[in-house]
């Protein structure tokens, strides 16, 4: 099967030897993607929807570049700093996915690579081919 990788350009992405997204065949994984600005800065400091917001539109380039789009997500997986921003990060995936409804988690986590990072969203999508 062809193997297709998606660049986002982040600085990360050949230290750690990474893809923002990776496609085989019909499947799409969007890696571990946190609230970075086009400048590089931290998007929406202090403000864990709208580091959401940001995610997800860094998410919808990935998945543009695979071929796909935030239709196509049949899995989310949100970690967040603290727990407590839940409702704000879900009410943003909420308006992302309302009619989509993908499997989704949400997690706490020690720590991300920045600290001022407060979430950080992996995407799991399959690209409907009509042959059902």
């Known amino acids: 099967m062809k193997r297709t990788l998606v660049s986002s350009g982040s600085s990360y992405e050949p230290i ?3 893809s923002r997204a990776v496609r085989v065949g ?3 994984s969007v890696s571990g993607t946190a609230p970075v600005a086009p400048d590089g800065s931290v998007a929406a ?3 864990a929807a709208g580091q959401a917001r940001r995610i997800f ?10 071929g796909a789009s935030l239709k196509h997500v ?10 407590d921003d839940w409702k704000a990060v879900a009410q943003v995936h909420g308006e992302i996915f309302s009619e989509i409804r993908p499997a989704t988690c949400f ?3 020690s720590r991300l690579i920045d600290p001022d990072w407060l ?3 992996e995407v799991d999508a399959v690209v409907d081919d009509g042959k059902e």
Do not use: Q
């Open 16 to 18: 750690i030897g990474f």
């Open 119 to 121: 979430v950080e969203i």
């Open 74 to 83: 049949v899995r989310t997986h949100v970690m967040l700093r603290h727990i």
């Open 26 to 28: 019909n499947h799409v």
């Open 45 to 47: 400091p202090g403000d």
């Open 107 to 109: 997690v706490e986590v």
């Open 57 to 66: 539109e860094i998410v919808a380039a990935a998945l543009d570049g695979a």
